[in-house]
């Protein structure tokens, strides 16, 4: 991949996040301060426009991969997926045995960063 397209979706990724965390610090603003019930709800799911724009960003990048990096990225992601199913199936049963519920909050990070190790390995295993 050439290094521009990688700086074009840091670039995009960067300002999907970013408008993520200033609609997060808005919506828990409004919600702290007594944002009528009607506009509970959409305030609430604000944040997730930017998501969207983020998730745009990233299949955006994909699809400018060549096949070898989007290999390489198909065994991350399959990864991540597989490894999260069963983290939290285990975490779901340990709750049954007494262990603290854990909030849907908890998915995205373990997700994150089983793709991070995922893409590491994929990136050693094929320059191999």
């Known amino acids: ?4 397209q990688f700086q074009r979706y840091l670039v995009e990724l960067g300002l999907a996040l970013g408008l993520y965390a200033a609609l997060l ?3 828990v603003f409004l919600l702290r301060h007594g944002v009528s019930a009607a ?16 998730a745009w960003a990233i299949i955006r990048h994909l699809n400018r991969c060549d096949e070898m990096q989007r290999r390489m990225q198909f065994d991350a992601i399959s990864a991540a997926f597989l490894g999260t199913a ?3 199936m ?7 045995a007494g262990f603290p ?3 849907m909050f908890a998915v995205w990070p373990v997700m994150a960063a089983l793709w991070a190790a995922g ?7 094929y320059r191999a």
Do not use: D, H, T
Not at 1 to 4: A, D, E, I, R, S
Not at 40 to 54: E, F, H, I, Q, Y
Not at 119 to 125: A, E, F, L
């Open 90 to 96: 285990c975490y779901g049963f340990l709750e049954n």
């Open 86 to 88: 069963l983290i939290s």
């Open 119 to 125: 893409s590491i390995v994929s990136m050693v295993r």
């Open 101 to 103: 519920r854990l909030s």
């Open 25 to 27: 610090a808005v919506s």
């Open 39 to 54: 506009w509970r709800v959409p305030v609430s799911v604000m944040p997730v426009a930017a998501l969207g724009l983020a």
């Open 1 to 4: 991949m050439k290094l521009q």
